[in-house]
Structures are given as structure tokens and as C-alpha cells.
């Protein structure tokens, strides 16, 4: 069975900084394509960020460029976000996502970046 779990979300204030995590499990980590989408209130999936199984390609959206960065660590199974310089409009729930063969998702995390 295949698990996506994340976490390091929670409240924050506006500039402040919070890493989330994603711990997978059931599948072969090193094959898949990793993604870290957002969802906000009303508004539709968003592709955050993005990594090649071999590391060596990121890709962000342009709102996040230079605030966010996503890295993974294949012996441990587990893909980062690090986002700094966090604004009220990054306030979503966060979802990793794994996709080559198959496609999967985590459960989310809250983010609020509130004063």
C-alpha cells in the first residue's frame, strides 16, 4: 500500500519560514517524479514546486521562485519544501505528490501565514 505522509505545516507570520516534509512508503522512491502542489480557499490545485527522480531538475512556479526550494533525499524516501519568506497568499493546504507509473497523493498540510 502505497502512503504519502506529509507534515511541518502550521501558522506562521508573514516572512517567517517553515520546511514540510513527505515521508512515502510502499513504492520505489528513486523512480518517481516528485511535486509538492497547493490548494487554496476557493481556488484550484496549484503546482508548487517539482524534482527529477535523478535530482538533478527542480522546477517552481513563478509566485515561489527564490523563496522555495524542494530537494529529496532517496535513502530516506522523503521529499522537502523549504519555503522562506512566506506571504499570506502562500496560506493553502500543501500536498505531495508522487507521479511516474502510477500517480499518488498525501493527505496535505495546512500552511497559514497569518499576522
Known amino acids: 500500500q502505497v502512503q504519502l505522509v506529509e507534515s511541518g505545516g502550521g501558522l506562521v507570520q508573514p516572512g517567517g519560514s517553515l520546511r514540510l516534509s513527505c515521508v512515502a512508503s510502499?513504492?520505489?522512491?528513486?523512480?518517481?517524479?516528485m511535486n509538492w502542489y497547493r490548494q487554496a480557499p476557493g481556488k484550484g490545485r496549484e503546482l508548487v514546486a517539482s524534482i527529477s527522480r535523478d535530482d538533478l531538475t527542480t522546477q517552481y512556479a513563478d509566485s515561489v521562485k527564490g523563496r522555495f526550494t524542494i530537494s529529496r533525499d532517496n535513502a530516506k524516501n522523503t521529499v522537502y519544501l523549504q519555503m522562506n519568506s512566506l506571504e499570506p497568499e502562500d496560506t493553502a493546504v500543501y500536498y505531495c505528490n508522487a507521479i511516474w507509473s502510477n500517480r499518488y497523493w498525501g493527505q496535505g498540510t495546512q500552511v497559514t501565514v497569518s499576522s
Open positions: 510502499g513504492l520505489n522512491f528513486s523512480r518517481y517524479t
